[in-house]
């Protein structure tokens, strides 16, 4: 039987070093151009609103004041989450999930299928993992060489497995995953924020213009105004829904990878695998203190490795999650205990 697990070291012939250099950089260069797009963007909603509107157009000294310090209020939030959605720190999978050499050799020469099964299996029988392939198997990557952990899924992109990915964001240009999850959220909602106080604000203008009674036609700055309302209010519509869409795979405890394909436990699929109820799963998220929640700064539960399950009756599956929250709790005691009983009782 052919094996389905082929050797991914062999690095591609036919490419001379200078070319392969070339394209890479090329590439990474490439792939900044819709962060710039955004940068761009930003960059003259702040001519059009702060010089144009707020000093050029509004005549009341206190209208002038509310509005520069609400705006830049908003952008400064709105641009720390982008920023840290962007450079953030994405750990790789641990050493223990990768295959050692003479591992690897074993599953390359094992004979069938079945074969490599049980070589994976072997080796993963220590570590924390519940998920498991279609079939059942151990999930595995063959670029990587690794054992993927639960929820860890590999990147295309950025070509390598990422904890708890949820997709890789152009915008962004970076995988969203378990390290900048909660960034990722902030920045979209602060960009829809940014979006719907300009496109308020402007309104009242934009009507005066529908009218004829904002400006003369030789007055170019007006045109800033009323093109920095259909940005704004074009961007809003979009960052609403895929807002509103996030906030439903929060609640859920759903990535968007598991919400197009349910995860697959020793049991089946269930695309509920791992919700602990809408709160648990928000604190997860963001934290367990609310000072913290609406800053771009760290504060998701646990590792990006172990994942807390809801209580199951007494199978397999109930025993393996007692042992991972065991684990968990030795190594990190992730979830505040005295706030919620739920995870107690795992
Ligand atoms: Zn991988
Ligand atoms: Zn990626």
Redesign the pocket.
């Known amino acids: 039987m052919a094996s389905s697990i082929q050797n991914n070291r062999v690095s591609a012939p036919g490419y001379c070093v200078c070319c392969r250099v070339c394209n890479m950089w090329c590439w990474r260069a490439f792939k900044w151009l819709p962060v710039l797009l955004i940068v761009s963007i930003v960059t003259w909603s702040y001519y059009a609103y702060v010089i144009q509107l707020c000093f050029f157009t509004i005549e009341s000294t206190v209208q002038q004041c509310v509005y520069w310090v609400l705006y830049h209020i908003l952008l400064m939030m709105f641009a720390w989450s982008y920023w840290r959605t962007i450079f953030a720190d994405i750990k790789p999978i641990p050493d223990k999930y990768k295959l050692p050499d003479e591992e690897l050799e074993k599953l390359l020469s094992a004979e069938s299928e079945d074969a490599q099964r049980t070589i994976l299996e072997n080796f993963a029988k220590d570590l924390p993992i519940v998920t498991r392939t279609m079939s059942g198997s151990v999930r595995y990557c063959n670029r990587c060489v690794l054992v993927k952990p639960d929820r860890a899924h590999h ?1 295309s ?2 070509s390598r497995c ?1 904890l708890k990915m949820d997709h ?1 964001c152009p915008w962004v240009n ?2 969203v995953c378990f390290h900048n999850y909660k960034f990722f959220m902030l920045f979209l909602g602060y960009a829809l924020l940014y979006c719907l106080f300009i496109m308020s604000t402007c309104l009242p203008y934009f009507i005066r213009f529908w009218k004829g009674d904002f400006g003369t036609a030789a007055s170019a700055g007006r045109y800033h105004i009323v093109f920095a309302f259909f940005v704004s209010l074009m961007f809003a519509i979009s960052l609403g829904s895929l807002f509103g869409y996030h906030c439903y795979l929060v609640a859920n405890n759903r990535t968007t990878l598991e919400a197009f394909r349910a995860p697959m436990f020793r049991s089946g699929a269930d695309k509920n695998g791992f919700s602990m109820g809408a709160y648990n799963n928000f604190k997860e998220v963001f934290g367990t203190s609310p000072n913290l929640w609406m800053l771009p700064v760290f504060t998701s539960l646990g590792d990006g490795i172990v994942y807390p399950l809801p209580q199951q009756d007494e199978d397999t599956e109930s025993l393996l999650s007692s042992e991972r929250w065991e684990r968990w709790g030795e190594r990190s005691r992730p979830f505040d205990e005295r706030e919620s009983s739920s995870y107690d009782e795992l």
């Open positions: 990147c992109i950025c990422v890789h970076n995988c």
